[in-house]
């Protein structure tokens, strides 16, 4: 059992909104490697490598492959218990947000109601040249990297290093987490920007913070709480607190 502090189980039993910050960590425990890291399965080459424009025009099979192998992992995958706890949270919070810079989908599955996908979504596909949309079934065998009826290539619906993030998405993100009651920030290295702005924006708008986190991370020093331990395990604990004090 966790001993949560006073200060935190105050702060959750007057709250009205709540957000969950999530990132790759929080998938880890269904068995996607996370991006950096001793436990990374990527930890041969930086996510920079492969996840940017250049890489992909400079050698779009060898980016394509590296995605195609991801959505592999990522349709066997299921939701965890903290994916299955954050969803809970539904049940004893009038408004409960997830802003994710996952793309593997996982909130969705597990049944959250309100997701911000910050990064995209690793299912979809688009051409580069006519913008047309593609799901993710219409390339799924594909082995090299496609192409649109166009002639463009055909890359997945996520935000690379050096792009921008949906500007509405992110806009709404830095509202929601603005007005939030308490901000929870797991499994996220946080230090890809602007994603690692928004757990700041909670301090800056006296918003309690609360990191779940199987060690520290860049935002630690900054943030009202730490609690250190797998999501999977910190936040199912969580819930069964609280819904022994609801
Ligand atoms: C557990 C656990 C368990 C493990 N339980 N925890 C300002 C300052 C400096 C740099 C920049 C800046 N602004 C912009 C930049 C540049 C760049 C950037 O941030 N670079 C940094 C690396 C320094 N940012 C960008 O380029 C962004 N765009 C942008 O800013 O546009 C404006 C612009 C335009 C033109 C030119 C320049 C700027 C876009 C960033 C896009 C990031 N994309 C990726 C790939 C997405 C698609 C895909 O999936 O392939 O997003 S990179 C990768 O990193 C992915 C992730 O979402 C993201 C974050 O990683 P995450 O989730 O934090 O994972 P890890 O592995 O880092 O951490 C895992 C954590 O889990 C660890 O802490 C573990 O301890 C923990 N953990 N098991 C709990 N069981
Ligand atoms: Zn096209």
């Known amino acids: ?24 960590g929080i998938s880890a425990e269904s068995g996607i490697p996370t991006f950096r890291g001793n436990e990374g399965l990527w930890k041969n080459f930086r996510p920079e490598e492969l996840a940017n424009f250049k890489a992909f025009i400079k050698n779009p099979a060898r980016v394509w492959e ?40 996982l909130h969705r599955l597990a049944g959250s109601s309100n997701i911000l996908e910050l990064h995209g979504n690793i299912m979809k596909n ?17 082995l090299s990297s496609p192409k649109c009826e166009c002639g463009g290539l055909i890359r997945p619906d996520v935000v690379w ?14 509202d929601t987490v603005a007005s939030a009651d308490i901000v929870f920030v797991a ?12 757990p700041q924006h909670a301090v800056n708008n006296g918003v309690y913070t609360v990191e779940i986190n199987i060690e ?12 250190l331990g797998p ?15 609801k």
């Not at 819930?239 to 022994?244: C, D, L, N, T, V």
């Open 66 to 105: 590296w995605y195609q192998f991801r959505r592999d992992i990522i349709l066997s995958a299921k939701p965890n218990a903290g994916h299955l706890a954050i969803r809970e949270f539904e049940k004893f919070f009038p408004s409960v947000t997830v802003v994710t810079q996952n793309v593997d989908n």
């Open 187 to 198: 499994g996220s290295s946080n230090i890809v920007y602007p994603a690692a702005l928004l």
């Open 1 to 24: 059992m966790i001993a949560f502090s006073e200060k935190l189980i105050e702060k959750l039993s007057g709250a009205q909104r709540v957000v969950f910050l999530t990132g790759s």
């Open 126 to 142: 688009y051409c580069i040249r006519c913008s047309k949309r593609y799901d993710f079934q219409t390339f799924e065998n594909s």
């Open 161 to 174: 290093f050096g792009e921008n993030l949906n500007e509405s998405v992110f806009a709404e993100a830095e």
């Open 216 to 227: 520290r991370s860049e935002l630690s020093g900054v943030l009202d709480e730490v609690l």
């Open 231 to 245: 999501s999977g395990t910190v936040i199912p604990e969580l819930i069964k607190k609280i819904a022994g004090q």
